[in-house]
């Protein structure tokens, strides 16, 4: 019954551990997907600067055409701060997720190791029990 229990107990390990690398890869991607989105912003904004009026005078055809790429470019502004504000979400949930799972193989290794302890107090205990006899062994004469 205890043999039972400890496989058991070793499969849900082997489980829960491979979870947690799951969890945590998932996590690594939402980092890396948070990052890049905040970079994609960044880079919309300075393209919003360089596209901004300057002081000296322009032809109304250039003027319009920099209007038009500054709407442009603030739309995509905020879909860009759309997509960091999911992303970073995205990144909250995966680190919760990832505790879970942290959480869950934690007491899966506790389990075990009281599983171990349990076991190694039955062999002792046993052994304790054991009758005591000297067998007298003899050489060959």
Do not use: W
Not at 57 to 84: F, K, M, P, W
Not at 113 to 118: C, E, Y
Request: net charge positive; glycine share 2%; proline share 2%.
């Amino acid at each position: 019954m205890a043999d039972a229990r400890s496989k058991t107990l070793a499969r849900i390990h082997r489980v829960r551990t491979l979870q947690l690398g799951l969890t945590r890869a998932d996590e690594a991607r939402a980092h890396d997907k948070f990052a890049s989105e905040q970079a994609l912003s960044g880079r919309i904004a300075l393209l919003a600067e360089a596209v901004a009026p300057v002081h000296e005078t322009q032809v109304a055809v250039s003027l319009g055409a920099a209007a038009h790429y500054r709407d442009r470019l603030q739309q995509s502004a905020n879909a860009a701060i759309e997509r960091v504000q999911a992303a970073e979400y995205h990144v909250e949930r995966a680190a919760e997720a990832t505790r879970a799972a942290k959480r869950d193989q934690s007491a899966v290794e506790k389990l075990l190791a009281r599983a171990d302890a349990d076991a190694v107090l039955k062999a002792i205990r046993a052994m304790e029990e054991a009758p005591a006899f000297r067998r007298v062994r003899h050489d060959p004469c």
